[in-house]
């Protein structure tokens, strides 16, 4: 036999459910009482198209776990990079590379940094300097613009001997004609949300040393 304390809690969820259109969640919170519970008291609750629709928003906009976990990731590598700066600083090849990435460099993507330009020791460098940030050499990705019905082989092979590395690790990425240029458009780029992240930390700190 249900409780008169169940019997009040399961009317006041079902009026929170019709009137208010809330959650599960948001009334097993108000009530007291196990979501499960909730979910049965309100099962034949209807929820009007508006309701339903406001409920999809508060819930879209809600930081869940997921974005908490990746926030406090993200401040964690900030704080990491502002303690590795002073380190940095001492090696020309860190400012270096900063500046290339600044002028030549991917920046609107949030999980990785990159760099792109046609002269292979730019693209040499670019690669040393994510290096010795950390990023495994091995794991470095390349690619080369390239048109359709050029031979691909051929520009990958050239790129090859130009970035001293194996014409399997270049992938081929193709453009139209008017956007190539006469020498082959090089990318490398290190698939990292850290390193982008500290990137970021170590230019704004650079931007505030000389302003």
């Not at 036999?1 to 969820?13: I, N, P, Q, V, Y």
């Not at 198209?49 to 974005?67: D, K, M, N």
């Not at 081929?172 to 949300?193: D, G, Y």
């Not at 992240?197 to 700190?205: A, D, P, Q, Y």
Request: with cysteine; charged share 30%; net charge positive.
């Amino acid at each position: 036999m249900r409780s008169r304390k169940d019997s009040g809690k399961r009317e006041e969820a079902r009026r929170l459910r019709a009137q208010d259109g809330l959650s599960l969640n948001e009334i097993a919170r108000l009530v007291s009482s196990a979501k499960s519970s909730v979910s049965l008291w309100v099962r034949d609750v209807p929820l009007s198209e508006a309701q339903q629709e406001r409920l999809r928003l508060r819930i879209s906009q809600r930081p869940g776990r997921g974005h908490l976990v990746r926030d406090r990731r993200v401040a964690a590598w900030g704080q990491e990079a502002i303690s590795q700066w002073d380190a940095l600083c001492r090696n020309t090849l860190f400012h270096t590379g900063l500046g290339l990435y600044l002028g030549e460099g991917h920046k609107t993507s949030l999980t990785y940094v990159g760099v792109t330009n046609a002269d292979p020791a730019l693209i040499r460098m670019a690669a040393r300097f994510f290096t010795m940030l950390g990023h495994p050499e091995s794991r470095l990705k390349y690619s080369v613009y390239v048109t359709r019905g050029c031979d691909i082989d051929a520009v990958k092979e050239q790129c090859s001997r130009d970035l001293r590395i194996a014409p399997e690790r270049i992938a081929a990425r193709f453009k139209s004609p008017a956007v190539v240029s006469k020498k082959p458009i090089m990318h490398v780029l290190a698939n990292s949300r850290e390193l982008r992240e500290k990137v970021i930390v170590w230019l704004r700190m650079t931007t505030e040393m000389h302003s």
